[in-house]
């Protein structure tokens, strides 16, 4: 089945710096690819989707772009803020499920 | 449009309690899905339910663990017989359908405590 390997964290960073988060899928065809975000004691909220080859996802300064060539769906922010601090997860749909990288702790120290 | 609602939010229960834990889908979705999340590890995929049925329950325990969405209110996920290692965060989403690409929409999550 389609399945996404998510860079592993922790991660911490300064107040400004950029951040990327690399996620790679595996999958048959194009499915549409997600990034999650999970605030410390909270449920997942939906950051950004793309749909099909080539989209850029864009959200809160987020942005992500759907490469076929590279099986990849990385995740980026120019300048973070210590309100980014949380956790991210990549995914892409299963079946009628969606399966999920092992997430990301983003740490922003101000 | 409310968003999903899961409730309780925290729950603690003694070991070999029962655990019961509601989701009411987001209006207009019939799709409910549950996922576990232990304590420093993603989240897990348990059950996919449409209304009256369970689609697919490959994530689901084998043993007391247990789900059902009927046709009137919410959908549950039961655990009969809780034992510590059940401590974890338990969310619900729902879609609209369960065609790929769809978005899924998470509620809060549900904080289960075994003591």
């Known amino acids: 089945g389609n399945s996404v390997t998510q860079m592993e964290g922790p991660v911490t960073l300064s107040e400004e710096a950029f951040l990327t988060i690399n996620c790679t899928y595996t999958?048959?065809?194009?499915?549409?690819l997600f990034w999650y975000v999970q605030y410390p004691g909270e449920g997942l909220q939906l950051l950004l989707k793309?749909?099909?080859?080539?989209d850029k996802g864009s959200n809160k300064g987020f942005e992500a772009t759907y490469r076929k060539e590279t099986t990849s769906f990385h995740l980026e922010k120019g300048s973070v803020q210590v309100s980014d601090s949380a956790v991210y997860f990549c995914?892409?749909?299963?079946?009628?499920?969606?399966?999920f990288g092992a997430g990301t702790t983003v740490t922003v120290r101000a | 449009n409310a968003g999903v609602m899961q409730n309780p939010r925290h729950l603690v229960r003694r070991r070999g309690q029962e655990a019961r834990l509601r989701c009411s889908p987001m209006?207009?979705?019939?799709?409910v899905y549950w996922y576990r999340q232990l304590p420093e590890e993603g989240l897990k995929f348990m059950v996919y339910?449409?209304?009256?049925?369970?689609?697919?329950e490959s994530g689901m325990p084998k043993e007391r663990f247990s789900a059902e969405f009927p046709k009137e209110g919410p959908s549950i996920l039961r655990i009969q017989q809780v034992v510590r290692g059940d401590s974890a965060a338990y969310f619900c989403?729902?879609?609209?359908?369960?065609?790929?690409?769809?978005?899924?929409?998470f509620g809060e999550g549900s904080w289960l405590t075994v003591v």
């Open positions: 989403a729902s879609s609209p359908t369960g065609d790929d690409g769809n978005t899924i929409y």
């Open positions: 999958a048959t065809g194009y499915p549409s």
């Open positions: 793309a749909t099909k080859a080539d």
């Open positions: 995914a892409l749909p299963n079946d009628y499920k969606l399966s």
């Open positions: 209006k207009g979705h019939s799709h």
């Open positions: 339910l449409q209304k009256e049925n369970i689609i697919d």
